[in-house]
C-alpha cells in the first residue's frame, strides 16, 4: 500500500489533520496509509517503507527542517514540502492531501 508520512514534532494536531486526510483519501476512493512519525524517525521510517512512500510532509512547526530532510528524502526519490500552515491550521484534510498527490504527479 502506497503511504504519506507527515513528519512533525510531537505529533498531537497533526494527527487531527491525518484523520481528515484518511476520510477525504476514502470518499475519494483511493488506498493510501496516511500516518504522522516525529520528524527525528524520518531517516528510519524511509529505510523501512521507503520503496511504498509517495510523499512526505513536514508540519508547519518543522518547516525549518526541510532542508536536512529533502536531502534524505532525494536518496529515496521521494518528494517532501512543508504542509500549508493554513491548510494545517485549520485541519483542511482535502488541501492538505491536495498537496501531498501534486507533489507526486
Not at 6 to 16: E, K, P, Q, V, Y
Amino acid at each position: 500500500m502506497k503511504r504519506i508520512v507527515l513528519a512533525c514534532s510531537a505529533g498531537m494536531s497533526t494527527s487531527l489533520v491525518v484523520t481528515k486526510m484518511e476520510k477525504e483519501a476514502t470518499a475519494r476512493g483511493l488506498e493510501l496509509k496516511i500516518y504522522a512519525i516525529p520528524e527525528q524517525n524520518l531517516r528510519e521510517e524511509l529505510q523501512d517503507y521507503g520503496q511504498d512512500i509517495i510523499a512526505v510532509l513536514l508540519g508547519p512547526q518543522v518547516r525549518f527542517k526541510l532542508a536536512e530532510n529533502q536531502k534524505l528524502t532525494d536518496s529515496y526519490q521521494v518528494p517532501i514540502a512543508v504542509i500549508d500552515p493554513v491548510a494545517y491550521g485549520t485541519l483542511n484534510g482535502a488541501k492538505v492531501l491536495d498537496q501531498a498527490l501534486s507533489l507526486v504527479n
